[in-house]
């Protein structure tokens, strides 16, 4: 038999540096694979697996964008710019 350690929100959280509400929102759009242990639909109590957070990370890391700062809009020519930022 074999026994997985399953993970809360905040556990996910933690692990992943973002906050347990991007983590629900995660699980919400179908990117984390989550199970729910509770009784319903009206209050879930969602576990993650190790295996789930793993491939997350591994596919989010080929989906990553590199960080790059905001691209300025173009000005048009013959606007003349009185006060500079």
């Known amino acids: 038999m074999i ?4 993970q809360t929100i905040p556990d996910v959280a933690n692990r ?3 906050g ?4 629900n929102k995660l699980i919400h759009d179908g990117r984390l694979r989550a199970v ?3 009784r319903g639909a009206l209050r ?3 576990r993650i ?3 789930a957070i793993a491939d997350f990370i591994s596919a989010s890391a080929t ?3 590199p960080a790059a700062g905001r691209t300025p809009r173009a000005k ?3 606007v003349i710019e009185f006060f500079t930022a």
Not at 3 to 6: F, G, R, S, V, W
Not at 20 to 23: I, Q, R
């Open 3 to 6: 026994t997985t350690a399953l």
């Open 16 to 18: 992943l540096g973002i």
């Open 20 to 23: 347990c509400d991007a983590v």
């Open 36 to 38: 729910n242990v509770g």
């Open 44 to 46: 879930p109590r969602w």
């Open 49 to 51: 697996t190790e295996d």
């Open 63 to 65: 989906t990553a964008k």
């Open 76 to 78: 048009p020519k013959d």
